[in-house]
């Protein structure tokens, strides 16, 4: 009888620990700002003329990298390695981004952050901008359908729930699109919009305005997150916010706000939605146990008018060479904050490489097992790096241009596989190569930070190693260590070059 009673006693206790395992885990809540440069965030640029005062806010309350990297200069290879955790130029995109009705990237197959935190207890949801291709349904005559459910989306990989828009506020249709249908009643169309309001002509449903979707989705995130603390169970909140793409279309409120231009007044207008999420996670009393990450998905593009930003005397890009869309500093290098009170120390800060396509394996470490050999192939638990305890195991990171120029960067060197940008700076590709500059360049970033002096001439030996490396990386299947897998298509480094 008393081994029975000890027994069950046991028996309770792992009961209890198990509960607490799966109800300890922390809420997690991913803002990723659209088309927001290094240099935006006045907490890592001192020269800043745009006051990110919330953003600063959750910088001095947690941990910045300085040293963080968009796995690619432009949105949708740069989504695709956030969720999966993979180099989307293994996928059949090779170069540029998705469109309108382009299909699915993700492979329904393929496990996400959402499925993974799914099949461990979190609630999850998706708001904001997808730009990873949906699964449009066609009428009999071949014409999009747009009364018909939606396949392919985040409905589709994870996400118990989804409110957005298919991809940049830019490209059409222009449609609020809850889990998997559109909520218009009515579709009418749209022409197109020059200038920072800049959008194409394309369909709208009767219930979509351009200049309201910001505020929209921040209010939907707002009251996701009041309705899920009041669950037992964590959340998994991935907020993609449509700013400060284009249109850039800061409120009557915020106009003239920063003294810079539009574009300076919407990364202001964009700071204020975070400092909503920050007090809707304040005022539900969940703070203690949430983890909230901010970053971008590139560098600042070029439709912010950089000329008139920089004789206001702000740069977007810091001090970096290049904007969106190059294999450059400023097209990939990104802010990357991170807040866990209690458990990642305040106001510190990090000058690591990391990259975003880290956070699948981080959010696997922070739950349960490590990821199937078969998941995220290119990420690093960053764990080591936000609790100061433990080794950070990446030890390279390939970045990759709108034109799919390669890099590769070890340490303080980095190798560009391009005569040029790669991108929509000066040099582009064409007059690179029409002017004879070389094929490679090589940077010393420790030295050379903002990539004036190529010194691949004078080092044949560390270009070898770099290529090689690369290769191995590119047919090994991933970067991390584990089985081999396979690329979805044949990838060559050079065949953009």
């Given at each position: 009888m008393k081994d029975q009673r000890r027994g069950l006693l046991l028996l309770l206790c792992i009961v209890a620990l198990n509960s607490?395992?799966?109800?300890?885990?922390?809420?997690?809540?991913?803002?990723?700002?659209?088309?927001?440069?290094?240099?935006?965030i006045s907490a890592l640029n001192a020269y800043s003329k745009i006051p990110t005062k919330n953003i600063d806010a959750l910088a001095d309350a947690g941990m910045v990298f300085t040293d963080a990297h968009s796995n690619s200069a432009v949105c949708t290879p740069t989504r695709y390695g956030i969720l999966t955790g993979r180099y989307a130029w293994r996928t059949r995109l090779q170069n540029g981004v998705l469109w309108s009705y382009d299909a699915p990237l993700i492979a329904p197959n393929r496990s996400t952050i959402a499925s993974l935190l799914k099949r461990r207890g979190y609630q999850t949801a998706c708001i904001g901008k997808w730009h990873l291709g949906l699964g449009w349904q066609k009428?009999?005559?071949?014409?999009?359908?747009?009364?018909?459910?939606?396949?392919?989306?985040?409905?589709?990989?994870?996400?118990?729930?989804?409110?957005?828009?298919?991809?940049?506020?830019?490209?059409?249709?222009?449609?609020?699109?809850?889990?998997?249908?559109?909520?218009?009643?009515?579709?009418?169309?749209?022409?197109?919009?020059?200038?920072?309001?800049?959008?194409?002509?394309?369909?709208?449903?009767?219930?979509?305005?351009?200049?309201?979707?910001?505020?929209?989705?921040?209010?939907k995130a707002v009251t996701y997150i009041k309705e899920k603390s009041r669950?037992?169970?964590?959340?998994?909140?991935?907020?993609?916010?449509?700013?400060?793409?284009?249109?850039?279309?800061?409120?009557?409120?915020?106009?003239?706000?920063?003294?810079?231009?539009?574009?300076?007044?919407?990364?202001?207008?964009?700071?204020?939605?975070?400092?909503?999420?920050?007090?809707?996670?304040?005022?539900?009393?969940?703070?203690?146990?949430?983890?909230?990450?901010?970053?971008?998905?590139?560098g600042v593009s070029p439709s912010a008018n950089l000329k008139e930003l920089s004789a206001a005397g702000h740069s977007s890009s810091y001090t970096f060479r290049?904007?969106?869309?190059?294999?450059?500093?400023?097209?990939?290098?990104?802010?990357?904050?991170?807040?866990?009170?209690?458990?990642?120390?305040?106001?510190?800060?990090?000058?690591?490489?990391?990259?975003?396509?880290?956070?699948?394996?981080?959010?696997?470490?922070?739950?349960g097992p490590p990821l199937k050999a078969t998941e995220g192939?290119?990420?690093?638990?960053?764990?080591?790096?936000?609790?100061?305890?433990?080794?950070?195991?990446?030890?390279?990171?390939?970045?990759?241009?709108?034109?799919?120029?390669?890099?590769?960067?070890?340490?303080?060197?980095k190798l560009e596989f391009a005569y040029g940008s790669g991108g929509w700076s000066v040099p582009v590709e064409k007059e690179a190569r029409q002017q004879?500059?070389?094929?490679?360049?090589?940077?010393?970033?420790?030295?050379?930070?903002?990539?004036?002096?190529?010194?691949?001439?004078?080092?044949?030996?560390?270009?070898?190693?770099?290529?090689?490396?690369l290769q191995h990386i590119i047919s090994n299947g991933r970067s991390t260590s584990g089985t081999p897998q396979a690329n979805d298509v044949k990838v060559n480094y050079l065949q953009y070059q």
């Open positions: 607490f395992a799966q109800t300890s885990h922390p809420n997690i809540i991913y803002i990723l700002a659209d088309d927001l440069g290094y240099g935006d009428d009999a005559n071949g014409r999009i359908d747009f009364t018909r459910e939606i396949s392919g989306g985040p409905a589709s990989l994870g996400f118990d729930y989804f409110y957005g828009i298919t991809a940049s506020l830019d490209i059409p249709p222009y449609f609020y699109i809850e889990n998997n249908k559109i909520t218009a009643t009515a579709i009418d169309s749209i022409k197109g919009s020059n200038g920072m309001g800049f959008w194409r002509a394309g369909p709208i449903g009767n219930d979509f305005e351009h200049a309201t979707v910001l505020p929209r989705f921040t209010q669950s037992k169970a964590p959340f998994f909140l991935y907020l993609a916010l449509p700013s400060p793409h284009t249109p850039i279309l800061p409120s009557a409120s915020y106009k003239g706000k920063t003294a810079t231009n539009d574009y300076g007044d919407f990364v202001l207008m964009t700071d204020d939605m975070v400092g909503c999420i920050l007090q809707a996670v304040k005022d539900a009393g969940i703070g203690n146990n949430t983890l909230i990450v901010f970053t971008s998905d590139n290049g904007n969106k869309a190059d294999i450059y500093e400023g097209g990939h290098r990104i802010p990357f904050i991170v807040k866990w009170p209690g458990m990642i120390p305040a106001g510190t800060s990090s000058g690591v490489t990391v990259c975003l396509t880290d956070f699948m394996a981080t959010a696997a470490a922070l739950t192939e290119d990420s690093y638990d960053l764990l080591p790096l936000l609790l100061q305890k433990g080794k950070y195991k990446r030890t390279a990171t390939i970045h990759h241009s709108i034109d799919g120029n390669f890099a590769i960067r070890e340490g303080k060197w004879s500059m070389p094929p490679l360049q090589l940077y010393n970033l420790e030295q050379d930070p903002a990539e004036q002096t190529n010194v691949a001439a004078q080092n044949p030996e560390i270009v070898a190693r770099l290529k090689r490396n």
